[in-house]
């Protein structure tokens, strides 16, 4: 083990990173989830319950949020990456 | 017939264009100007490889077959991405400071790099990828037949053959051209790379303005569209849900190990910092890519004729409704697809086939080994070069052989599903440590081999490989090993029924078989590289480097990387150890890195291998590990026994320092002693010769003072006699020709005499002995006489030198290791240190002379005790004087 996993509490900066770094862990689990709400859908034999066009907007717009929550998140670990260089961590 | 021509004419400009571009990037970045070559963005874009023709054509097909199912084979891959942190992030690590080439490289280098495990990797993923590259060709040929007029007529088998072998010389050509332009020790590849970015933008372009003009210029607006899809026949949502997530997991899984992504995912990566961009650029991607497939598909089905194939929507919606450029844009798109994915898979799939199947049967053919002279570089570069044309013209044969038709339209879900079966194996290999090379092997093949038997060979159709009842009844009438009914279980989709138990029996069979095997000690320092690759990137196993030849390293350095690499390599390495010149010590971390180097062109297993076969020990085993203890062990015996001679030269130094000491001490003593007795003769003889002149010449002396001169001569002359009776007596003893009285006796009564002898004559100062009666109750067989004088001495010494106001003297008898030891213990101020030496040495006296002697009785007393076979011996930190005599048990022993 090394020292660093001993240390109990972490500076503010660096806490806030290893939780950025949580949300980015946590971000294709909430995409997956999302994707897989289709699987609920009823399957519709007779009259739609579900238009094709429903499903386009919902699955496009999980696609979006993804892709703009994972912009977002890379953009804060750059930022934070770069002020911990800085600091000369 | 026009447009054709003019079609190959855009063609033609394209390809060259293509050329000039990527030989461009090769430019800058040789001149290493090239650091826009670096940018985030070109690696996102090269990522795009994954979407194939398959994808640019096929996805609106299969759109118009199952509805929004193929968006499946775009999440999964997203999920991946945006997942980066958990899998991609150490993947490119691990990529990077293991030097990995390759999937099979991965894969190999972390069971212990088994060039076995290697060699399958590659013909499981040759096999899996061929098809797809027949796809590809198919495609382009195919795509050129739309723009024919003959389209829609049987077209000659011959006419699209020719068209295909074409395509497929080209797109070798190009391979050939940039992907083994040189052996880049980082195995990357500026040119293809640029080339597939700007092919990436052209698709998603051409794509983009196929949607847009379906769209805005067709559907009439976004909410017209999106109510004309929910009116066609692929309007309401039928989604099996097993498809759904068994879709999204396979593309997931074969994003990450088709050959081709491994490629540009990994090996071409620049730098890790590029993986946070792709992760939500790339997702972004392949949302715009497959954001219109839907619109183009219903359109097409709208307006094109019914049986029309909508796999090539894409192409005649914008030729139905007469826009010819943008039907040529979109031939430019799927050509770009299909082109960019059959190079890299080519060069993926050569850099495999040739690190791992061509170099090691090469190598194993030379006799000699790697020292060989001559360069190797254009061997590899040759293999490559061939294995790439293999590649391709496998898969033109495929095409050929399968006769393009709709058959292979589906192909690629069955490829996905092979590569998929590399997945346990390479997510074990990263993340668990005991994973091992026999479960690697185990769960590769039994995932392959069910792979193949429920999916790959019943796709050909009932009654081709697979017989109509083997298909219904099982093997052998065996009803639960039916090939898409596995253990009875019916009603699955065969393509979910064979991911299902391959996956699954692939991943039980590896975890188990990696349990009860034993890995090996390469596996296991492997296993710990990889797993813990963010907390040490430095390599595994050290070679025992002091056999190697540094020459023979640099020959065989020389011809695989080039001379004037290997020699820069070699010089800063030199450089590194602090050496002048070109050969550095061929140390166990110089063969690391130069392992490591080589492994950028050859691949990990071959780079160790030849390396093996120079330095002597193929692989570092056990026993070698073994063997380095032992030399260590040795070597820490010699230098403690060293340590152990160096110490016993100190000590006998010490010792003789001491005796010199005692020498020149004793040789000062000497010659005071013969200044002192030509003293102790001269006074005595001075008062005889004054006192008997005096008696001789005088005559009128009183008969008193006749007295007391005569006695004073007598005195005198006494005190002479004792003194050479002294010396005698000394003489005598250390001549050893001293004869002993032995009789038997009690200690008591030897110390009575002795004391009351020692203190005869003894005035007021006589001092007070104190004794312990009981313990002197021993009786003694020895020379009583020649003891009771050394006791006397002592005694006697005692009354004389001690200068107490209360003299007194303890004498203790006791034993001691056995021995009888009578120590006589006074309560004076002692002897100094520095005298203790020295006293037992003959004319020895000490300090200032009181009293009158010669200081021949310890010594006297010494050589007594010596003869007697017992010792005398001065007892420091007693509190006064004290001597130690000690008596053999012998003598006591004797006499009870």
């Known amino acids: 083990m090394s020292p660093k996993h001993n240390i109990p509490f972490l500076e503010r900066q660096s806490y806030r990173r290893r939780r950025l770094i949580d949300t980015i862990r946590m971000l294709p689990v909430i995409g997956a989830v999302l994707w897989a709400v289709p699987l609920l859908w009823r399957q519709s034999e007779h009259s739609g319950e579900v238009m094709t066009s429903d499903a386009i907007i919902y699955i496009f717009m999980v696609w979006l949020l993804l892709v703009v929550g994972g912009g977002w998140l890379a953009r804060c670990l750059k930022r934070s990456d770069a002020e911990e260089t800085e600091q000369g961590h | 017939m026009g447009t054709l021509n003019i079609l190959v004419g855009v063609c033609l400009i394209y390809v060259v264009f293509l050329f000039l571009i990527a030989f461009a990037a090769e430019r800058a970045a040789l001149e290493g100007k090239g650091g826009w070559l670096r940018s985030p963005l070109i690696y996102t874009l090269s990522l795009s490889i994954y979407c194939t023709a398959w994808t640019f054509y096929g996805a609106v097909g299969y759109a118009a077959r199952s509805g929004l199912e193929y968006l499946t084979i775009y999440i999964g891959p997203s999920l991946v991405m945006i997942g980066w942190w958990w899998l991609l992030r150490k993947l490119v690590r691990i990529g990077r400071s293991q030097r990995i080439t390759s999937i099979a490289d991965l894969i190999s280098s972390r069971y212990g790099k088994s060039n076995l495990l290697a060699v399958g990797v590659t013909v499981l993923a040759v096999i899996g990828t061929t098809p797809y590259i027949a796809l590809q060709l198919q495609s382009v040929t195919v795509s050129f037949d739309v723009f024919s007029s003959s389209y829609g007529a049987e077209l000659t088998e011959a006419a699209q053959g020719s068209n295909a072998l074409l395509v497929a010389a080209g797109l070798t050509l190009f391979t050939i051209v940039f992907g083994t332009r040189n052996l880049d020790v980082n195995e ?88 946070r961009t792709a992760s939500w650029a790339f997702p972004a991607y392949l949302m715009i890519m497959s954001l219109f497939v839907v619109p183009i598909a219903v359109v097409g089905l709208d307006l094109m004729p019914a049986g029309s194939n909508p796999d090539f929507f894409v192409l005649t919606v914008p030729l139905a409704t007469g826009n010819d450029a943008l039907a040529m844009l979109s031939f430019l798109g799927g050509f770009s697809s299909a082109t960019s994915m059959v190079i890299v898979a080519a060069l993926a799939l050569s850099t495999m086939v040739s690190n791992h199947i061509v170099m090691p049967i090469w190598l194993s053919t030379q006799s000699v080994g790697a020292s060989v002279s001559g360069d190797v570089r254009h061997v590899v570069l040759l293999s490559r070069r061939i294995s790439i044309g293999a590649v391709v013209f496998l898969g033109y044969l ?93 009603g699955m989709d065969p393509l979910v029924h064979a991911v299902f138990w391959s996956i699954l029996l692939n991943t039980m069979s590896f975890f188990i078989a990696s349990l009860v095997g034993f890995p090996s000690p390469l596996e296991r320092l492997q296993g710990a590289q990889f797993v813990n690759v963010f907390e040490h990137s430095s390599t595994p196993q050290s070679w025992a480097g002091s056999l190697a030849q540094t020459e023979d390293l640099m020959v065989m350095a020389q011809r695989i990387i080039g001379a004037r690499e290997a020699q820069n390599l070699f010089e800063r390495e030199a450089k590194r150890q602090g050496m002048s010149g070109l050969l550095p010590e061929p140390s166990p971390d110089f063969l690391q890195r130069l392992e490591r180097e080589l492994a950028g062109s050859v691949g990990a297993a071959t780079a160790h291998a030849m390396i093996g076969q120079i330095v002597g020990g193929a692989s570092v085993s056990v026993e070698d590990l073994m063997a380095v203890a032992d030399e260590t062990a040795q070597m820490m015996e010699y230098s403690s026994k060293l340590e152990a001679k160096s110490e016993e030269q100190a000590r006998t130094a010490r010792q003789l320092r001491q005796a010199n000491e005692k020498l020149t001490l004793i040789s000062e003593q000497k010659d005071s002693f013969l200044s002192q007795v030509s003293h102790e003769l001269r006074t005595p003889m001075t008062s005889i010769r004054a006192f008997s002149e005096i008696l001789r010449d005088s005559d009128r002396l009183s008969e008193d003072e006749k007295i007391k001169y005569s006695s004073i001569i007598h005195d005198e002359a006494l005190r002479l006699t004792r003194l050479l009776d002294d010396l005698l007596d000394l003489s005598v003893l250390e001549s050893g020709r001293v004869n002993l009285n032995m009789q038997s006796g009690s200690l008591k009564g030897i110390l009575d005499h002795a004391v009351a002898s020692a203190l005869t004559g003894a005035g007021a100062d006589k001092m007070r002995v104190m004794r312990n009666a009981t313990s002197e109750d021993i009786t003694l067989h020895t020379d009583l006489d020649r003891l009771s004088q050394v006791f006397i001495n002592l005694i006697g010494n005692a009354q004389k030198y001690c200068d107490a106001s209360a003299p007194n003297l303890r004498i203790d008898v006791g034993r001691s290791n056995g021995a009888l030891v009578v120590d006589f213990i006074d309560n004076g101020r002692g002897i100094p240190k520095a005298e203790q030496a020295v006293i037992f040495e003959k004319f020895s006296r000490t300090g200032e002379q009181k009293v009158k002697g010669a200081g021949l009785g310890l010594a006297i007393c010494r050589e007594i005790m010596t003869r007697l076979e017992g010792a005398v011996e001065y007892l420091p930190g007693q509190g006064g004087a004290a001597f130690r005599v000690t008596l053999p048990e012998e003598v006591a022993l004797a006499a009870q």
């Not at chain 2, 997530?245 to 990994?266: D, K």
């Open chain 2, 398 to 490: 495929y095409f050929r052989l399968s006769g393009g038709g709709t058959a292979l339209a589906s192909i690629g879900l069955i490829s996905f599903a092979g590569v998929a079966q590399f997945l346990p194996v390479l997510i074990g290999g990263i993340f668990w440590r005991g994973a091992t090379r026999t479960g690697a092997f185990v769960g590769l093949t039994v995932g392959f081999v069910i792979w193949a038997y429920t999916l790959l060979l019943p796709s050909f159709g009932a009654g081709t490989l697979v017989s109509a009842t083997m298909l219904a009844e099982g093997p052998m009438g065996l009803g639960w090993l039916r090939p898409q009914a596995f253990f009875g279980i019916t």
């Open chain 2, 188 to 275: 990357r590849h500026h040119g293809v790379v640029m080339a597939v970015a700007v092919e990436a933008v052209v698709k998603l372009f051409a794509l983009l303005a196929v949607g847009i003009f379906v769209v805005w210029g067709l559907g009439g607006g976004v909410s017209e569209t999106l109510a004309r899809i929910d009116a066609s026949e692929i309007g309401q949502w039928q989604m099996r849900g097993d498809r759904w997530a068994t879709l999204i997991f396979l593309s997931g899984a074969a994003f990450l190990c088709l050959p081709r992504m491994f490629q540009v995912m990994v090996v071409e990566n620049e730098a890790e910092d590029h993986l």
